[in-house]
């Protein structure tokens, strides 16, 4: 399927050819980009073939010892830089999409997913498309001609999906802390996770919501069920990542839209969107409001994905906020995810500068016009309750410092 030294890109999410996933990865001598995410799309060492590269937006765990051997290249780059760093490269030898059947015209749908894949099929060498009858034809999503796929194998594999299950008595209140900072005619990013499910449920009595987000789940479904969502709004997603009937269902919408990452997360775009409100998720945050969306327990874990495009944006945006909301501690063990300082063993994806509401189930900490030091109180208040006497006497000890 490929020469030596072939450079090739493999898409993540909802439009991973996982027929061909272990074919592909486990090819010699050939260097892979991907956007295969963490939780979603299996990868690890053993399954990359000798002599091959692999470079990615996210870490898994299973990929450490690759990283360390030099066969897995984690790029520290936000969607919105990655096109960037996509238009200065040599483009790709190879691109392997998985599309629909062609429709009367010749024109397969790369259905839920576009991601980076506008970009690079504008002038990779050669599309090999594994056409599968699952992927939907969803009206506005990118299309590939029949004419101009090299190659075209037929597989009938489910589409990768993604189910946390249902929400937990934290993943509620934190949703239900948010939506006060939600009103009506919001434009509203959210991700994947609990909390985000949650949300989208909590939101179902809002009115003229608009999407612009760079994953969209199940919760989608709800939203438009409740009447909730603007019906002269575009709802924009760069992927559809959730359950079949998720899919099943952006096929008979004319208000989906799939983009790609080059509109999603334009920054130009995205700062002009009135009232944005973006909401992220973190493993840590510190006193000074700083975030770690990546490492946890010294173990790198995922990636900054496109969070750092819409904090940054949200900001900008009139009437925008930037919201990180997390629980306040790691599972029932009450290990505070609230640090005085990111470790040394931790990362900031999120500067503190990216972030104005930090909620947690004990409450949310408004850092909107805030001294450093009314920050940190802000932020010690919405810690587990047994961990804020050690933030206290932590914070003292770095303000005596400042």
Known sequence: MFKPRERVFVPGASGEPAALTRQIFGTQNIHITTSFAAGVNQLSTE???????????????????????????????????????????????????????????????????????????????????????????????????????????????????????????????????????????????????????????????????????????????????AGALDPDWAHTTTALLGSSALYAWAAGRDDIHIEGVEQTHDPRRLAGLDGLIAVNSALEIDLFGQCNLEIANGRAMSGV????????????????????????????????RIKPWIASDGLVSLARTEADVIITEYGAADLRGRSVHERAAAIMAIATPSAQPGLEEAWRQIAAKL
């Open 47 to 225: 399954m990359i073939g000798a002599g091959s590269i692999v470079s990615g937006l996210f870490m898994q765990s299973a990929l450490g010892a690759a990283q360390r051997q030099g066969q897995f290249r984690h790029l520290p780059f936000s969607y919105a830089a990655m096109i960037k760093h996509l238009r200065a490269g040599p483009g790709f030898d190879a691109c392997v999409v998985q599309v629909s059947p062609p429709d009367a015209h010749g024109f397969c749908s790369l259905g839920p997913i576009a991601e980076f894949l506008p970009e690079i099929l504008r002038r990779v060498g050669r599309i090999i498309a594994v056409l599968n009858h699952n992927v939907p034809r969803v009206k506005h999503a990118p299309v590939v001609e029949q004419q101009d796929i090299a190659e075209i194998l037929e597989a009938e594999t489910p589409l990768i999906g993604y189910d946390i299950g249902a929400p937990d008595a934290v993943s509620l209140t934190i949703a239900g802390l948010i939506a006060r900072y939600i009103e009506d005619g919001a434009a509203l990013q959210i991700g994947l996770g609990k909390v985000p499910q949650a949300l989208m449920s909590v939101l179902q009595h809002r009115r003229k919501l608009r999407l612009h987000s760079g994953m969209l789940s199940d919760g989608v479904m709800g939203l438009a069920a």
């Open 305 to 336: 994905g496109g969070a750092a495009d819409f904090a940054r944006a949200a900001r900008l945006a009139p009437g925008g906020i930037s919201i990180v909301a997390l629980p306040a501690s790691f599972g029932s063990n009450e290990t505070s």
